[in-house]
Every structure is written in C-alpha cells, then in structure tokens.
C-alpha cells in the first residue's frame, strides 16, 4: 500500500521559504506513469495544484507559482520537496503531497496535463502551514 507523508515546519514567517518534505513509502518515485505532486488548500478555498515531479524527472509547475516554487527529489530517500519562497500569509493553507497517475497508456505527460489524462490514487493526510509574524 502506497503511504505519503508530509514534513515540515508549521509556521512560516513572511517573506521566507517554505520546505515541505514528502515521504513515500510502498512504492517507488521513479516507477512509470506515475508524478509525485505538491497540492494546497488555503482556508475557505478550494484545492490549488501546485506542481509535479514525474517518473523521469521532469517538473511540471503552475505558471502562477513558477518563480517562487521548485520542487526536487531525493531517489535514495524516497522523498520528494516542496519549496516556496518569498511567502505571504497568502500562502497558508494544508499542503498535501499526493500521487498521481496517467489514465491514458503511453500519454506524455505533457498531453496528460494539457488534456486531463491522469487521475489522483493516493494522499498524504497534510500538513498545516501557517505564514505569520
């Protein structure tokens, strides 16, 4: 069984970097088909994707949060990174980390995100992030 789990500090203060850690258990981050993603949900908001790792590696992130998000991974630890900069408390919210998977056999995942081929299996149970003085 597939187990996420997010890491991180609870309270950020603005205008510094946010570092959220997820850890995967069951299975593997580079396995095939599959993209390891960084989603959050401010108060009173709805769910905001924020970006993906895929199983070679390559990042897709919102245009939006592009100059202020990265996202990395660690093959040796299983893990995956989430970095925001420049915070706000704009950007509190629950983290989740969650994995998700192409519907479409042999879908780059390039046309997987333009047109809607993948679908969400497993969540972490996320973590709170408060930006606050």
């Known amino acids: 069984q597939v187990q996420l789990q997010e890491s991180g500090p609870g309270q950020v203060r603005p205008s510094q970097t946010l570092s959220l850690t997820c850890t995967v258990s069951?299975?593997?981050?580079?396995?095939?088909?599959?993209?390891w993603s960084w989603v959050r949900q401010p108060p009173g908001k709805e769910l905001e994707w924020m970006g993906v790792?895929?199983?070679?590696?390559?990042?897709y992130i919102d245009p939006d949060l592009e100059s202020r998000t990265s996202i990395s991974r660690d093959t040796s630890k299983n893990q995956f990174t989430l970095q925001l900069t420049s915070v706000t408390p704009e950007d509190t919210a629950v983290y989740h980390c969650?994995?998700?998977?192409?519907?479409?056999?042999?879908?780059?995942?390039?046309?997987?995100?333009?047109?809607?081929?993948?679908?969400?299996?497993?969540w972490g149970q996320g973590t709170q992030v408060t930006v606050s003085s």
């Open positions: 790792i895929v199983d070679d590696g390559t990042i």
């Open positions: 969650a994995r998700l998977y192409l519907t479409v056999a042999n879908s780059s995942w390039f046309v997987a995100f333009s047109e809607g081929f993948f679908e969400y299996d497993h």
């Open positions: 069951g299975g593997s981050i580079t396995a095939k088909s599959y993209g």
